[in-house]
């Protein structure tokens, strides 16, 4: 996968035409086609809806590795929070969509971390690992040489069927994020981070109020309509 630079000289990642961009980890190519009817319900289902919708066919036209990365470019043609010379982490960056996409925007410096492993994205520094282990913030911080302008966090606790247990497995990684991102972010940051709609978020919202001069709340398009996801948007970190 290369990056081409547009008549604006805006970058713009292009994959070989030979390629087929992996879609939320998994590939769409005539394989999947073929084994379709040897699949079960649930995953023909997945199939099914990943044929029809169109962030998957834009996503891999234009070379990102996920639909997911067309979350973040919503976030940002609504929000601004991506920053040309921007210094980001982005926690749980598999399988690297959001990365391409900050990348693209002009970030200067960019880490991420997450437990599967991710193909290098540009010159970002990726770790395997979790963010919660001893030293990791540290490489981190080291990789990107100072405090980040911008904490990303699209991490996610695998679905259990279970609505509320997924919830409150999904906040509970968003308020590990935001303590990363308080203790963190240079002063004026931001962070954005999923969330899923419930009411067990009193706790992360009472936090980032206290530290950021706004919070938002906003479900991009690109997110399915079905899916339970938002994502929080708080800017004007007040510094520590």
């Known amino acids: 996968m290369t990056v081409e630079e547009d008549s604006k000289g805006r970058r713009r990642w292009k994959a070989p035409k030979d390629a087929r961009a992996p879609?939320?980890?998994?590939?769409m190519g005539k394989k999947e086609k073929v084994r379709k009817k040897t699949l079960g319900k649930s995953s023909r289902n997945w199939v099914d809806r990943q044929l029809r919708d169109p962030y998957v066919r834009r996503a891999q036209e234009?070379?990102?590795?996920?639909r997911a990365a067309y979350k973040l470019i919503e976030i940002d043609e609504k929000f601004h929070v991506l920053k040309k010379g921007a210094r980001i982490i982005d926690?749980?960056?598999?399988?690297?969509?959001?990365?391409?996409v900050a990348f693209e925007k002009g970030a200067?410096?960019?880490?991420g971390v997450d437990l599967l492993p991710v193909d290098p994205v540009g010159?970002?520094?990726?770790?395997l690992g979790?963010?919660?282990e001893k030293g990791m913030e540290q490489k981190l911080i080291a990789a990107l040489g100072d405090s980040p302008t911008l904490v990303l966090s699209d991490m996610a606790a695998n679905t259990s069927g279970h609505k509320q247990t997924d919830h409150i497995r999904t906040v509970g990684l968003a308020e590990i994020a935001a303590q990363f991102a308080i203790d963190n972010l240079a002063k004026g940051g931001t962070f954005v981070a999923k969330v899923f709609q419930g009411g067990a978020q009193g706790t992360l919202l009472e936090t980032l109020k206290a530290n950021f001069a706004d919070v938002r709340h906003w479900k991009p398009p690109a997110s399915?309509?079905?899916?339970?996801e938002t994502f929080v948007i708080a800017t004007g970190f007040k510094g520590r």
């Open 23 to 27: 879609i939320d980890g998994r590939t």
């Open 62 to 66: 234009a070379g990102y590795r996920a």
């Open 91 to 100: 926690l749980g960056c598999a399988p690297g969509g959001w990365l391409q």
């Open 108 to 111: 200067a410096r960019i880490a």
């Open 123 to 127: 010159e970002a520094r990726i770790f």
């Open 130 to 132: 979790d963010i919660t």
């Open 224 to 228: 399915r309509p079905e899916s339970p």
